[in-house]
Nanobody, 124 residues
Framework: QVQLVESGGGLVQAGGSLRLSCAAS????????MGWFRQAPGKEREFVAT????????YYADSVKGRFTISRDNAKNTVYLQMNSLKPEDTAVYYC?????????????????WGQGTQVTVSS
C-alpha cells in the first residue's frame, strides 16, 4: 500500500495562491490514480481533483474548476495541487489519496489510501 505525506499548507489571504505537494512511497507510484480531497470544520470530506495514473486525465469539482490545477511527477513520486484565486470557503484540511493501481481515477469511492492532511486557511 502506498504511504502519502502532504505538505505546503498554510495561511493565505483571499485571492492568493498555494501549492500543495504529496510525496508517495514505493516504486509503483506511476500506477496509482491520485486525488486531492478536503474537509472543512463541521463538514464531510469532499472531492477536489483527481488525476489518472497516466497523468493524461484530470477531473475537478465545480467549486475549484478554473482555479486549481492537479499535476503529478512520477519521477519524483509526487502529486501537486496548485491553488490560485483562493477564497475563504477553500479553508479546510486537504488530503491526498490514492486509488487502486490502474483503476478509474474518476471513481471517487475507490480512493482508500490517505495522507495525514495539511491545513489551508484563507483569510478574507
Amino acid at each position: 500500500q502506498v504511504q502519502l505525506v502532504e505538505s505546503g499548507g498554510g495561511l493565505v489571504q483571499a485571492g492568493g495562491s498555494l501549492r500543495l505537494s504529496c510525496a508517495a512511497s514505493g516504486r509503483t507510484f506511476s500506477t496509482y490514480p491520485m486525488g486531492w480531497f478536503r474537509q472543512a470544520p463541521g463538514k464531510e470530506r469532499e472531492f477536489v481533483a483527481t488525476i489518472s495514473w497516466r497523468a493524461g486525465g484530470t477531473y475537478y469539482a465545480d467549486s475549484v474548476k478554473g482555479r486549481f490545477t492537479i499535476s503529478r511527477d512520477n519521477a519524483k513520486n509526487t502529486v501537486y495541487l496548485q491553488m490560485n484565486s483562493l477564497k475563504p470557503e477553500d479553508t479546510a484540511v486537504y488530503y491526498c489519496a490514492a486509488a487502486p493501481p490502474y483503476s478509474n481515477s474518476r471513481s471517487i469511492p475507490s480512493y482508500g489510501s490517505w495522507g495525514q492532511g495539511t491545513q489551508v486557511t484563507v483569510s478574507s
